[in-house]
């Protein structure tokens, strides 16, 4: 029978030991599994897909999970990792070499590209930033050493919607040779699936909406082939950023209401991003599901219900900003997102204070700017307190 994502987050894939099927999947904690002969375990070394051996290298929780995702995203196989870096790092670090040549959005998450800025400093990998605007950036930047083209389906704090079919079709001239790896975390599998616009490679931070509830770290990256993930897979063993096997059971429980969540939180991020672009103190609403945004066409096209992340300027700038963070009652003040708790950050005092003012502008960030993960709770009770706080900087 052929069913809907929505369907199949709440009956993922789950190993089945004996006759009849848990609905829930078991934890398999112990991280060794034993085996009757020699050249049995010597085969367990063959590969992601051999016998259990070492939870390092594989583990049947963790793979419960991996299939999980990979059935979402439409791949062929994935991988999980400690953490959603462990993920973006496994896989980057796995298909670039010295010499090689990177395409990236200049509007990633920090730690991306801080790995990518590393890897030009140290490791002789040469990095060209885009905005991502335009698919003739990626024409343009296209040299015959490029081996990947990163990008985010949406953007933090942003919430820049790259045309992805686009950009990753005029990467094709360098196929396929080169690969496109495509951070999904703000979307989730349920609102765009970028393996079907030809990328190669999707990673997660399931910390974030898979797990859903701020209680586990995790990431996963689903590929559009098994030789792809055998090379990423090659590095993750050595790099040792692997699930444990409890988080991905959390997640993979998390990922059965994932459908539910989601949906409310994006038609609360749409009622909140409304009234925000209403009140007398915000100068800007950046909401993909707001006909004002610069990629609402964009966002129409690849994702309809238009994310659960906004972000808006305050007229009052940095100031006005940190007296709203702190106003929020029933907004967290922290980082993060995609939880069942609505949570609220300043980038300009937080996440993005390495950054100067130029730099600031540049990223399409204000002063005053405020980033906005909407969770679950009654929409009315979250503009209640964004109002109480609204007033407070006016
Ligand atoms: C888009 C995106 N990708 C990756 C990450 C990294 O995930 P983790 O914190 O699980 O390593 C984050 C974290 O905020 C993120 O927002």
New binding site residues.
Partial sequence: MSLRPETRTVHPPVPQPSGSKPLGVPIYQGHVFAFEGADQMAAAFDGPDAAFFYSRLGNPTVRAFEEAVTDLEGGTAGLAFA??????SAVVLGNVRAGDHVIAQTC?????YSLLRDLAERWNVEVTFISGADAAEVRDALRPNTKLLYL?TIA?PTTQVVDLPALIEAAAPARPGLICIV?N??ATPLLCRPLEYGADVV??????FLGGHSDI???VAVFASPELRRRSWDHAIDLGASADPFAAWLALRGMQTLALRVERQCASAGYLAERLAEHPAVSRVAYPGLPGHPDYAVARRLLPAGGAVLAFDLDGGREAGRTFVEATQLCALT???GSVHTLVLHPASTSHRQLDAASLAAASIGEGTIRLAVGIEHRDDLWDDIEQALAKVT
């Avoid at 953490?83 to 973006?88: E, H, L, N, P, R």
């Fill in positions: 953490s959603g870096m462990g993920a973006i990633l998450y920090g730690g991306t985010e933090n951070d975390t703000f990673v997660h931070s399931a910390t974030k770290m995790g990431g980082g993060s997102l």
